[in-house]
């Protein structure tokens, strides 16, 4: 008799705002480890195609790579501004990264939000299967899973929150939170990246929606519900981006950029053009270290990289011209014929190219006033020289702060601080530089990007199916 063929697990079922279709993946970032995940045992990636239509979802646009499936959905121009630009961007992410002051709520942007959600979870249902593993990946997707619940989906659902979650008593000042918020419940497991997000989503549910705790880091809400809340700290390609670093050091950008900076130091700073990134701060606290260590006058070079974002969005305007007038004010007064302080550059360059930037930098600057995570610091740390690595500046409230605690760590908001911690890093012995360098790159090696999804993915496919469709 012939034996039987051992059961073949579900795909996995990957949910995100936007999808990375083929041949658009870029290494080492958070793209390449879900395709990773996907192709292991084949799987679905679906999302927003980035595209706009007359409709929303009237239509799933199928791709296929080898075992992985992609399929989008298009967005119309009104669900777009409210579901994205609208609740997810004008409310929740302010409300995520600790500014309830540039909150816009607008009733109709949370509809916008819900719908777009509701529309996600009707063309999901129809493509998964009863053994699929699903994994939702942030903010923009809260309530997706108690949407799929309510139209009789009973497969495992992780979801991942990307951002930082502030503490409960800032989160009740969302409109409508429980609403939101309790749709959590949902999932099987939800991930954050550290122990305060993990304690304030404890906080949140015990104290809010009156859940309580249950072994494992369960917890059981009045209804019924039981979801299991830990942490996963995101991370790097660490093995990829070093070899990355090792072969941009040939490249023409590296070089070009060597040549330019006629032995002075460089301090690096690489961040999307956002207000949680602390970039006017960081400007002032450059200012300062100019201002009070004239010594350094022409021996350093700080570049600014900061790629335009939601510049639909009257605060990211703001922030910019900010920039612009503060970098322009800090060259007039200090620059000399042969030498400009500061190097603004609003525009992104390609993986290969920040590598070896990163590796001809003395120092990194990686100042947010709030980060989920923040993987320019690990990137930075990764793509070091061995024998003479540069000094990781970085701000206490950036997740990677818990993990990268040999870094100079810094307030961000006090400039005197942030000044006092570049000059350290640029007159730091060698020996204290590698000896720093050497504990954060163990940490990266040990806890690299494959290990934070096989991680939560192990968790999930362990956690108890849901009984409950509702």
Not at 171 to 187: D, G
Not at 325 to 338: L, M
Not at 378 to 401: H, M, N
Request: with cysteine.
């Amino acid at each position: 008799m012939t034996p039987r063929a051992k059961a073949t697990p579900g795909r996995l079922v990957v949910v995100s705002n936007r999808v990375a279709l083929p041949r658009q993946t870029t290494p080492g970032g958070l793209a390449s480890a879900l395709q990773a995940a996907l192709l292991e045992r084949g799987g679905l990636w679906f999302g927003w195609s980035g595209k706009l239509a007359a409709a929303t979802g009237a239509e799933v646009h199928h791709q296929r790579s080898g075992n992985v499936e992609y399929a989008t959905i298009d967005l119309s121009r009104a669900d777009q501004e409210g579901y994205y630009t609208g609740f997810a961007n004008g409310t929740l992410w302010p409300m995520l990264h600790y500014r309830p002051d540039l909150v816009n709520y607008q009733r109709s942007h949370l509809d916008g939000y819900l719908r777009v959600n509701a529309i996600f979870a009707d063309q999901l249902k129809r493509l998964i299967r009863r053994d699929d593993i699903i994994w939702v990946h942030d903010y923009h997707l809260i309530p997706l899973a108690s949407m799929l619940r309510e139209r009789g989906v009973r497969n495992r659902i992780g979801f991942f929150l990307h951002t930082p979650l502030p503490a409960a008593g800032l989160l009740i000042a969302l409109p409508n939170h429980r609403q939101l918020l309790e749709t959590l419940a949902s999932c099987n497991l939800v991930g954050v990246h550290t122990a305060r997000d993990l304690r304030a989503l404890e906080d949140y549910f015990l104290h809010e929606s009156g859940a309580s705790m249950r072994t494992g880091g369960r917890m059981r809400m009045p209804d019924g519900r039981l979801f299991r809340a830990a942490r996963f700290p995101i991370s790097i390609d660490t093995a990829a981006i070093v070899r990355a670093a090792q072969d941009a050091e040939s490249q023409p950008e590296s070089r070009r950029l060597q040549a330019s900076l006629e032995d002075r130091a460089l301090i690096i700073g690489v961040d999307r053009l956002d207000y949680a990134k602390g970039l006017p701060q960081r400007f002032e606290a450059y200012a300062r270290l100019l201002e009070r260590a004239p010594e350094l006058h022409r021996k350093v070079i700080f570049m600014q990289i900061a790629p335009p974002s939601r510049g639909a969005v009257q605060e990211y305007r703001q922030i910019r011209r900010e920039l612009e007038r503060t970098a322009g004010h800090i060259n007039g007064k200090y620059a000399t014929p042969d030498w400009v302080p500061i190097r603004y550059i609003n525009k992104s360059f390609p993986h290969r190219s920040l590598a070896g930037y990163y590796r001809s930098a003395r120092v990194a600057l990686v100042t947010p006033l709030r980060d989920g995570m923040n993987l320019v610091a690990k990137e930075y740390v990764a793509c070091q020289r061995r024998r003479d690595p540069g000094v990781l500046i970085l701000s206490r409230f950036a997740g990677a702060a818990q993990e990268l605690t040999e870094a100079l760590l810094v307030n961000p908001a006090d400039a005197e601080e942030v000044a006092d911690a570049l000059e350290r890093a640029l007159k730091m012995p060698l020996r204290q530089r590698q000896s720093r360098w050497a504990a954060m790159m163990e940490t990266l090696e040990a806890n690299d990007i494959t290990n934070w999804r096989t991680s939560f993915l192990d968790v999930l496919r362990h956690e108890p199916p849901r009984r409950d469709a509702a």
